[in-house]
């Protein structure tokens, strides 16, 4: 069996990772989507809440291939325990791919066994992360062409709450 994991922050899940994780669906058995912590990033929404809004984002597309979950640990941990045969990840410039190709690279050193494969992202969403997600939505801005329809309420009232703090 085929297993693949598409591991992120995903601060949160935006349309451009559940083009990935359709996509991705498509290549394996089963595909894990794994929100994990990011050293260097401090998340606006905690694991749970981030695992949640995965779920419902993906909860119409009937792909009963992908399973949602956290994961606080070394991705490599993971990836072993699933017993995956490669992670998958989008990109969307050269300096994702840099980024990428360093992370395998570290990875690999982890565990020998590590592969990735990096999908392209769709053009029309090459300009959409987390981090744009979170500065349009502090300000107020329109963030439905960002995240999926089925989140935006979620995500704007988590704005709303940091806005009254
Ligand atoms: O969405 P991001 O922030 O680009 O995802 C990065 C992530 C979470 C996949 C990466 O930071 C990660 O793998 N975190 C788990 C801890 C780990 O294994 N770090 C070593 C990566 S070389």
């Known amino acids: 069996m085929k297993v693949m994991l598409f591991p992120g922050t995903f601060d949160p899940f935006t349309r451009g990772h559940r083009d990935i994780a359709r996509r991705a669906a498509k290549l394996c058995d089963v595909l894990y989507v794994a929100v994990m912590e990011n050293s ?19 909860a119409g597309d009937g792909l009963d291939n992908i399973k949602v979950m956290k994961w606080d640990g070394l991705m490599v941990d993971l990836y072993t325990k699933l017993d995956c045969c490669a992670v998958v990840r989008g990109i969307r ?3 994702d791919f840099r ?22 992202c769709r053009d ?32 704007k009232d988590k704005f709303k709450k940091g806005r009254k703090q």
Do not use: C
């Not at 980024?99 to 392209?120: C, I, Q």
């Not at 987390?130 to 999926?148: L, Q, W």
């Open 99 to 120: 980024y990428e190709a360093e992370m395998a690279l570290a990875n690999r050193l982890l565990h020998p066994g590590y592969d990735a494969v990096l999908l392209p």
């Open 124 to 155: 029309d969403l090459s300009l959409i992360s987390s981090t744009i997600v979170k500065e349009v939505g502090f300000y107020g801005g329109d963030i439905s062409k960002m995240v999926p329809a089925e989140i935006i309420d979620v995500v």
């Open 40 to 58: 260097a990033k401090t998340p606006l929404f905690t694991l749970d809440e981030r695992e949640d809004l995965i779920r419902k984002s993906l």
């Open 93 to 95: 410039s050269e300096s």
